[in-house]
């Protein structure tokens, strides 16, 4: 199946830095790239996701890469708050079924 | 109000007790999963559905399993749970039959068998 891997595990940043999480992942099937963020105690939520005919993707201060040659993909997160810090999930999908990343822990110090 | 609902939020039980864990959602969506969530190892998925009566094994399916008999409810059934087994389960729907539309989760049932 799938292999994901995520880097890094942990993630510490200053307030207004930027941080990036990188995923590269196996299966060249794999189309659909979700990002979810989890905040302690909460459930995982999009926060942003890309397919495999769009090499980058932006939404505000988030934006996503896509490079299917070298089967990675990262999430850029800029101008970091403290209600950016969580745990943030990658994720491909090669035919119905998801595999995530381990996860990142993002620590944004005020 | 859209949403996933996942009964209950938190179970100890005790080895080779058969438990069932709900979950339900409202949003007409096609596609339903299982995920199991262990420290250091993500999300890992254990049963999905495209549709009614329609199952698939995910990644790590042992010990598990699952039913759709109704488009929104789709039940994760441990018939004799084991230690190995104690994790933070979330149900989540997405609205294709394709697993590339957005997941809306449930709040998590953490589970404890000693």
């Known amino acids: 199946g799938e292999n994901v891997e995520q880097h890094p595990s942990t993630l510490s940043v200053q307030e207004g830095d930027s941080a990036v999480i990188k995923c590269t992942y196996s299966d060249s099937a794999s189309n659909y790239f979700p990002w979810y963020k989890q905040e302690l105690g909460k459930r995982p939520q999009l926060i942003i996701d890309i397919r495999s005919n769009v090499g ?21 997160i800029t101008e970091t708050q403290p209600e950016d810090s969580a745990v943030y999930f990658c994720a491909a999908t090669p035919s119905n079924q998801f595999y995530f990343g381990t996860g990142t822990s993002l620590t944004v110090i005020p | 109000e859209a949403q996933v609902t996942q009964n209950p939020r938190y179970l100890i039980t005790v080895t080779g007790k058969k438990l069932t864990v709900t979950c339900s959602q409202n949003m007409n969506h096609e596609y339903m999963s299982w995920y199991r969530q262990d420290p250091g190892l993500g999300l890992r998925q254990i049963y999905y559905s495209m549709n009614v009566e329609v199952t698939d094994k995910g990644d790590v399916p042992e010990g598990y399993k699952v039913s759709r008999k109704e488009k929104r409810n789709f039940p994760l059934i441990l018939e004799s749970p084991s230690p190995n087994q104690t994790s933070l389960y979330f149900c989540a729907s997405s609205l294709s039959t394709g697993a590339t539309y957005e997941q809306y989760f449930g709040p998590g049932t953490r589970l404890t068998v000693t």
């Not at chain 1, 490079?67 to 999430?75: D, Q, Y």
């Open chain 1, 56 to 76: 980058e993707k932006k939404d505000q201060r988030i934006a996503v890469t896509l490079n299917k040659t070298a089967k990675h993909f990262s999430l850029h």
